[in-house]
């Protein structure tokens, strides 16, 4: 065999192709492939030709923005004066126009901490943590709720709009976690009536749609009590969503306690800490970091369920919009409502999930 | 029996032939101008550095990867986007893999008959003698009804060669085969691989088994940055390789 | 030895089983306590509204219309009757929600992994859209924003003049079978299955004979012989018992449509919106699942000359469907789950007609919310038995 010798010769590397790069490379990969591709992606191409500029004609072009009714609207184009008219309702509810202040005041709360939290590049995390599980809902629920410090009290039937979906996702999420976390705990149990016990109650909640854990909270739980004590509507729809989520709460909770092997534990043990310091101080921390993506999609879920608590009368975002659509001045606005609706939840959904997949990323 | 039949075709005439072939992943210039013959029966060692370009050069042998300019011709047949040649040249062209690739969800036997059953359409009392045959000469008769999971590192990449041959291929390609095994399993691929070279089947392996490569190898290959630096025989390749870059690599590779 | 100079109760106490057995009847004893107080509270409440206890109610007329049934039903028939009909609705629409979700999802799934950059990308859109807005927005929006705004009966919109859409619903042909023309369904069935049957003993025959120069033509024969079986066996047996098939075609007669199937809005704007949204989140299952199947695998099996179609039928679904078939369980008893959203918009399913129209004219509602919990439970319940059976054999076959 001969031996050939191209020491010196070492080829320089080369751009590709013409048709395999930039732009006209990436669309022969990624849309003409080949001949199916192609009809695919013309078929798509022509699908959207005819449906997108319509709708921009409808919603931007043609639409009427501003208006007192139905009938100030441009009868082909959207009719976002619905959405605008009403704006402060769809965010406040029926709340007193002069204590407004009041709920922006639990927005930039909430606004601050979140931002505080998410934001990596603004240090003292855990502070903000304290603040956000341990101060915020109390201050929140007296500002909102008042009757203290010369706070004229606005009771919960004149909350509504986002604000109450706000206040539901929140109160539901600080509540179902720490709730969660001691259920899941249960069910790893070693004693077996605890075990017993906290299986029983997730399979229980878990095995029902959210609607019967609410119509219960606001049907059965009053008869569950004596006359005296009367819960407010709004607490008990909290009651039923707390009872409700901690259970999917703690099966995600207890995937993470899976995960975290039994070295930890026994490392634990060999310090000499009891079961509540190495739970506290050692796995749990580990175990919630991992599951921090269900987390989130949990939080997601309670968020979108909010809108359930329109069967049992009370006034979310949604619901709002539904009793607006009743106005006989703005008799079918049906369509702009629900997209106005619609997008605002998906705005708040999107969100947090985009952001808990960068969380996960890094 | 297949076999006889082949033997016919012209033995000289190369069964593998690159000409000129180049490949980007994106804007990375991966292969460079290769040009390579195989004669029928021919048992190649391609080495190299990490990233050197080998992997990919015998990936694009049976169109696992896409080449954009240059021809492969694979007994005949040139690789284009056609997906009958692609077939085709499959057909033909057996793969041996790093991590092994058995399917998980079926049994060794079945691992070994599905490629027979679907493509070459045999009978299943037939291919399942095939197969037989196969796990007998790698020496795990035994294991036939068990799933890949329940083997050993060393077991599991003796059924994916014996997978390929089931289909009787012209060409066999060894992807590192040894490079995810344990030691200890080492030697019982290798055994089986040399087994086959001793029984005329042409082979192209990317390996770092230098003492594989002494005992079979007709041509040593060595690759960097994308293009072949050296081909030379094994002894001139071990004993006295002409290009610095061949010297460094052994240097690192035998003194490890 | 210092332990012996402690009381008996502290040595328990620090004894971590009596410690154990001690937390474990003081939960028993809360428990206890608590249903007790809630009991005593109950009874002492109802007793002041006035309002009876037991399952007595199950027997009384309800007094009240259900505008879908699927079995006989009118006001003259008991609270039991209404508890039936609104189970078998929410079984209806759970049914056909199951099945258009599953294709739907399944093809967006698929579609998601395209290698086509604009039909990924609409895959993906569709997927982030619509499992970000809440079911209940889309259900009001199908039944209040679209089908809502369709024409009166009169202006009807008509399909091929037999399918009619308006704001009552949709009114679709139904066949109405004579007894002949039944009798010919039940032949042809009968004949389906025993070609299927016979096939399947056959099958390792047929492999090998095809390949057998003689046999070939034979083999081409027999199955000629059976796929034309299944059609005319019925067809012959049709002419003897003297079958009729007649299409019943919605007629208008006055205001509304009669004949033929009507589909009412309730159930079409539910049955929409419970597909969409559920489709969305099984189509994350079938892409998390596909991309589970490790590339190797694609390779490998591409490398044995698999044609693309074999590769995704041998190798890479029956892999994917190991990691799909467990959440796609979850996503189907959501959607049976979610199904009771239906008491929104007024389509007559079980929470509806009997956690609220029932409830609403009996007052009993412990008794009426625990039976419909328990349906709920007893489907969730079976199901995840079902599936960790399904899991124990899945992990039994692989290793």
């Not at chain 2, 005992?215 to 630096?229: E, H, S, Y």
């Given at each position: 065999?001969?031996?050939?010798?191209?020491?010196?010769?070492?080829?320089?590397?080369?751009?590709?192709?013409?048709?395999?790069?930039?732009?006209?490379?990436?669309?022969?990969?990624?849309?003409?492939?080949?001949p199916s591709q192609s009809l695919i992606t013309l078929t798509l191409i022509y699908?959207?030709?005819?449906?997108?500029?319509?709708?921009?004609?409808?919603?931007?072009?043609?639409?009427?923005?501003?208006?007192?009714?139905?009938?100030?609207?441009?009868?082909?184009?959207?009719?976002?004066?619905?959405?605008?008219?009403?704006?402060?309702?769809?965010?406040?509810?029926?709340?007193?126009?002069?204590?407004?202040?009041?709920?922006?005041?639990?927005?930039?709360?909430?606004?601050?901490?979140?931002?505080?939290?998410?934001?990596?590049?603004?240090?003292?995390?855990?502070?903000?943590?304290?603040?956000?599980?341990?101060?915020?809902?109390?201050?929140?629920?007296?500002?909102?709720?008042?009757?203290?410090?010369?706070l004229p009290e606005v009771e919960t039937h004149k909350w509504g709009g986002l604000m109450v979906t706000l206040v539901l996702a929140l109160y539901g999420m600080l509540a179902s976690l720490p709730v969660g976390v001691l259920l899941a705990l249960g069910r790893r149990s070693s004693m077996p009536v605890i075990r017993t016990f906290c299986t029983a109650y997730i399979e229980l909640w878990r095995g029902v749609p959210l609607i019967t854990v609410l119509f219960m909270a606001s049907v059965m739980l009053p008869l569950f009590v004596p006359e005296e004590i009367v819960f407010d509507k709004l607490v008990r729809a909290l009651i039923g969503i707390v009872m409700f989520q901690s259970a999917y709460m703690a099966e995600v909770v207890r995937g993470g306690l899976q995960a975290i092997p039994k070295g930890q534990v026994e490392a634990c043990q060999s310090l000499g800490m009891g079961y509540w310091q190495s739970m506290l101080l050692v796995v749990l921390p580990q175990a919630l970091r991992l599951v921090i993506p269900g987390i989130v999609n949990t939080f997601i879920a309670l968020f979108k369920d909010t809108s359930l608590v329109l069967v049992i009368g009370l006034f979310d975002l949604l619901s709002i919009v539904q009793a607006a659509l009743n106005d006989p001045e703005w008799l079918g606005s049906a369509v702009e409502g629900y997209l106005f609706a619609g997008f605002v939840f998906w705005l708040f959904c999107f969100g947090i999930s985009k952001y808990s997949q960068r969380l996960e990323k890094n | 029996m297949d076999k006889m039949v082949r033997e016919v075709k012209d033995p000289a005439s190369p069964v593998i032939r690159l000409n000129g072939v180049n490949k980007w992943y994106d804007n990375f210039h991966v292969l460079r101008d290769i040009n390579l013959d195989v004669v029928r029966g021919e048992k190649i060692v391609i080495c190299g550095p990490s990233g050197s370009g080998k992997s990919t050069l015998i990936r694009c042998i049976n169109a696992l990867e896409e080449h954009q300019e240059g021809q492969i011709i694979v007994d005949g047949t040139e690789l284009t986007r056609d997906l009958k040649n692609i077939e085709k040249v499959r057909r033909e062209v057996g793969m041996v893999f790093q991590q092994f690739n058995l399917f998980p969800h079926l049994t060794v036997l079945e691992n070994c008959t599905l490629a027979p059953l679907w493509v070459r359409k045999t009978a299943k009392k037939a291919a399942e003698k095939t197969a037989m045959e196969y796990l007998e000469r790698v020496r795990i008769p035994d294991q036939a009804d068990k799933y890949p999971g329940q083997l050993s590192g060393g077991q599991q990449q003796r059924v994916a060669i014996a997978r390929s041959?089931?289909?009787?291929?012209?060409?066999?390609?060894?992807?590192?085969?040894?490079?995810?095994?344990?030691p200890e399993m080492i030697k019982e691929v290798l055994d089986v691989m040399i087994e086959l070279a001793n029984e005329g089947m042409t082979m192209l392996?990317?390996?770092?088994?230098?003492?594989?490569?002494?005992?079979?190898?007709?041509?040593?290959?060595?690759?960097?940055?994308?293009?072949?630096?050296?081909?030379?025989?094994?002894?001139?390749?071990?004993?006295?390789?002409?290009?610095?870059?061949?010297?460094?690599?052994?240097?690192?590779?035998?003194n490890h | 030895m210092a332990n012996k100079r402690h009381p008996m109760l502290v040595r328990l106490w620090r004894d971590p089983v009596w410690r154990a057995v001690l937390f474990q009847v003081l939960l028993i004893l809360a428990v206890v306590a608590m249903v007790a107080w809630v009991v005593n509270n109950t009874l002492s409440n109802l007793e002041h509204r006035g309002i009876s206890t037991g399952f007595?109610?199950?027997?009384?007329?309800?007094?009240?219309?259900?505008?879908?049934?699927?079995?006989?039903?009118?006001?003259?028939?008991?609270?039991?009757?209404?508890?039936?009909?609104?189970?078998?609705?929410?079984?209806?629409v759970s049914f056909l929600g199951v099945i258009f979700a599953t294709i739907l999802g399944f093809l967006i799934g698929v579609a998601r992994l395209s290698s086509n950059w604009l039909l990924s990308k609409m895959a993906s859109i569709y997927i982030e859209v619509f499992r970000n807005i809440p079911l209940l927005l889309q259900i009001f929006f199908w039944y209040f924003a679209v089908l809502g705004i369709l024409p009166n009966p009169r202006q009807s919109i008509s399909?091929?003049?037999?399918?009619?859409?308006?704001?009552?619903?949709?009114?679709?042909?139904?066949?109405?079978?004579?007894?002949?023309?039944?009798?010919?369904?039940?032949?042809?069935?009968?004949?389906?299955a025993a070609v299927l049957v016979l096939r399947f003993f056959m099958r390792s025959w047929l492999l090998k004979a095809q390949h057998q120069e003689n046999k070939g033509q034979m083999v081409l024969y027999i199955k000629a012989a059976m796929a034309s079986s299944v059609v005319l066996i019925p067809l012959v047996t049709s002419f003897l018992v003297d079958a009729q098939l007649r299409w019943e075609i919605p007629e208008l007669k006055g205001f509304n449509f009669s004949g033929g199937l009507v589909l009412i809005p309730e159930l079409a704007a539910l049955w929409f919106a419970l597909s969409i949204y559920t489709a969305a989140f099984i189509a994350e299952v079938v892409r998390s699942g596909i991309e589970s199947v490790s590339k190797g695998q694609k390779e490998a099996a591409a490398a044995l000359g698999l044609k693309p179609r074999r590769v995704l039928s041998l190798v890479v679904i029956p892999q994917a469907m190991r990691v799909i078939i467990p959440p796609l369980t979850n996503q189907y008893l959501n959607l049976i789950k979610n199904s009771s959203l239906a008491t929104a918009i007024g389509y007559p399913d079980l929470v509806s007609v009997f956690a609220g129209t029932t409830l609403n004219q009996t007052g009993q509602a412990v008794e009426v919310i625990a039976m419909t919990m328990a349906v709920y439970l007893t489907i969730s319940l079976t199901v995840s038995v079902l599936m960790n059976l399904y899991n124990r054999w899945a992990s039994l076959v692989e290793r």
């Open positions: 065999m001969k031996s050939t010798m191209m020491e010196e010769k070492m080829i320089p590397a080369r751009e590709p192709p013409v048709n395999s790069r930039g732009v006209l490379g990436w669309m022969r990969e990624k849309l003409f492939a080949t699908g959207l030709y005819l449906i997108l500029p319509p709708l921009w004609q409808w919603a931007v072009m043609d639409a009427t923005w501003t208006g007192e009714s139905r009938s100030a609207c441009n009868v082909d184009g959207a009719c976002w004066a619905f959405v605008t008219a009403r704006l402060d309702q769809f965010i406040y509810g029926f709340y007193p126009e002069s204590e407004i202040w009041r709920v922006n005041l639990f927005f930039v709360q909430l606004v601050l901490i979140l931002g505080w939290l998410m934001i990596p590049a603004i240090p003292g995390k855990k502070l903000a943590l304290g603040l956000g599980l341990l101060v915020l809902p109390v201050t929140s629920w007296l500002v909102l709720s008042g009757g203290y410090f010369g | 041959l089931c289909m009787n291929p012209e060409i066999m390609l060894f992807d590192e085969p040894t490079s995810a095994l344990d392996c990317v390996t770092h088994e230098m003492g594989f490569a002494k005992t079979v190898a007709d041509r040593m290959i060595f690759m960097d940055q994308g293009q072949i630096v050296e081909e030379a025989t094994p002894e001139v390749f071990f004993n006295n390789p002409k290009s610095e870059r061949s010297r460094a690599f052994l240097g690192q590779i035998l | 007595d109610f199950l027997s009384q007329s309800a007094g009240f219309g259900i505008i879908q049934t699927l079995v006989e039903y009118d006001e003259s028939h008991t609270f039991g009757r209404t508890f039936l009909v609104g189970l078998l609705n929410t079984l209806l399909l091929f003049d037999s399918i009619f859409i308006n704001v009552r619903g949709i009114s679709l042909p139904w066949p109405e079978l004579n007894a002949g023309m039944v009798t010919v369904a039940w032949v042809f069935m009968a004949c389906l």
